[in-house]
Each structure stands twice: as C-alpha cells, then as structure tokens.
C-alpha cells in the first residue's frame, strides 16, 4: 500500500503521517510540488503511483483570500483540478479535503452531505471549486468537509489563546459563529477508516459544536488560566472574510456506512493539550 499526500508539512499533513506510519507514504510538501501545474502535477503522481492520494494542499488562510482572490482560485480550485486529472489519468481514488466554509450558515441546524453549498467569503467558494472539479473529474472520490481544525504543527486558535491569554489581562472572542471544533489527529483517524468505503461526501468533525468564545473558555478551564474572555460580536470583531453563522456539520454519510463519528471535542481538546505539553 502507497498513500501520496499534498500538503504533506502542513498540520493535517503532520497528523496523516502520524496515523498512516505504517504505511508508505508518498510526501508532497509545498515545496516538492506546485499543484497549480498541471504537467508537474501529473508527472510526479505518476511517478509515484500511489494506491490513493490525500489532498490536504491548500491555501488555508481565509481572510487573505479575500486580497488575493486569484491565488486562492488557482491553489484550491485549479490546484484540485490538476490533482482529480493527474489521479484519474492513474485511475487513483483521491481525498480531497474540504471546508464547512461551503455553506452559507443561515440553516441553523447542522448540515447534511446533500445540502446545497452556499459559500460566503472567497475561501469558501475556492474550496467548492475545488469540489466541483472533484466530481466532473473523476468517479473514484471521497470528498471530506471538516472544520475549526487545531493539531501539531500548525498555526491554529488553541495555541493562539494560549498565547494571547500570557500576554494581556483580557481577550475578546466572537461568540456568533457555532462550529465543530475538530483536532487533526481524530480526522486523520477517521479518513483511514473511510477510504476503502464507499465513494462519496462525508462531513467529519469531533462532535458536538460551540462558539468561538466557549471553545476559548473551555481551553482557558484546561489550562488553571483565569483572565477575562469577552465575548463579541462578529459585527465589533470585523475582518476582511466574513463566516457562516452556524456552520455545524452532521455526519449523515458516516452513519449509513456504519462507521462512528470522532468523540466529543472536549476530549479532543485534551488529548491536544496533552500530547503538546509533553
């Protein structure tokens, strides 16, 4: 068994490595291949011949893709087009990783696999792109939306109130965004138990949902620290990206196949902290 994987220095490149170590793994870092080529792409996947590629390449940073539109389009969008054509030309299923930020967060309940995407910010709708792509591509797929990801190796909003709460006395959060909190190590788990499965879209998250305020209290709890957090309104925390309300995602196709969500993000959350203060 081979697995190729793009984005393979990246945080949930990090956790993949971890999961799949006794397999061989294939790595595309950033700068081992430039997905937005399509002959470089198809050329080194070939090379490799993997049994399946892991597509967690991306450009991640969701209020820049706002200012640089193009490249968002051309990574997420035209990047995954190139990854669907290389995979196909080698009849290669892919995993492409995508967002909750496909939808538009005005369902108020959490959204199934079938529901209509409906992005609200660039990153979103690059992410869709590349879906879309996906599909028109290849029939040998497993789209995974996933969402809040915090893990090793990577910059995410676990460390960044960690931090923020040993440098000031307060710290204000949004508390009208919902979403699923997800470590990278339990997503990592769960698209090793996917694949082989049934082709298809799968949402998977730690279950349970929260706001970004309640997931800072909830590290501050774990961490003995107690500062003031505030919670703020989108409107007062203005950014240049605007993000779904409620972007909580339901594990619909998780169930049909038999298989279990990841435990609940507290316990992700503990396991994170564990695992980074050892």
């Not at 995508?98 to 696999?113: H, I, T």
């Not at 879309?132 to 797929?141: D, E, K, P």
């Not at 190796?153 to 979403?179: A, M, P, Y």
């Not at 694949?195 to 998250?205: E, N, R």
């Amino acid at each position: 068994m081979r697995v190729a994987l793009t984005g393979a220095g990246g945080m949930l490149g990090f956790a993949v490595k971890k999961v799949f170590s006794d397999i061989e793994i294939v790595e595309f870092p950033h700068k081992g291949l430039d997905v937005t080529v399509l002959d470089d792409t198809v050329r080194k996947i070939k090379d490799a011949a993997p049994d399946f590629l892991i597509h967690a390449a991306a450009f991640t940073d969701v209020d820049r893709c706002e200012s640089e539109p193009e490249k968002a389009y051309l990574v997420n969008g035209i990047g995954t087009r190139n990854i669907a054509m290389a995979c196909e030309e080698i009849k290669c299923p892919v995993v492409y990783i995508s967002s909750d930020y496909v939808f538009d967060g005005c369902k108020g309940v959490p959204y199934d696999e079938w529901d209509s995407p409906n992005p609200v910010n660039i990153y979103g709708l690059s992410k869709l792109m590349g879906e879309r792509f996906v599909t028109m591509l290849t029939n040998r797929f497993y789209i995974i939306r996933t969402s809040w990801l915090f893990g090793m190796n990577g910059k995410n909003f676990v460390d960044t109130i960690i931090k923020l709460l040993s440098e000031r006395e307060s710290v204000e959060v949004v508390n009208d965004q919902v979403g699923c909190p997800t470590h990278t190590l339990d997503l990592a788990r769960k698209i090793r138990e996917i694949t082989g499965k049934g082709y298809g879209v799968y949402h998977v998250t730690n279950s349970g949902n929260c706001s970004w305020y309640d997931f800072a209290v909830e590290i501050a709890a774990r961490k003995g620290v107690k500062k003031r957090i505030v919670p703020v309104t989108s409107e007062k925390f203005r950014r240049p990206a605007g993000r779904p309300a409620f972007s909580v995602l339901g594990s619909t196709f998780l169930e049909l196949e038999g298989m279990e969500g990841p435990g609940r993000w507290q316990d992700a959350l503990d396991e994170y902290l564990k695992i980074n203060n050892s």
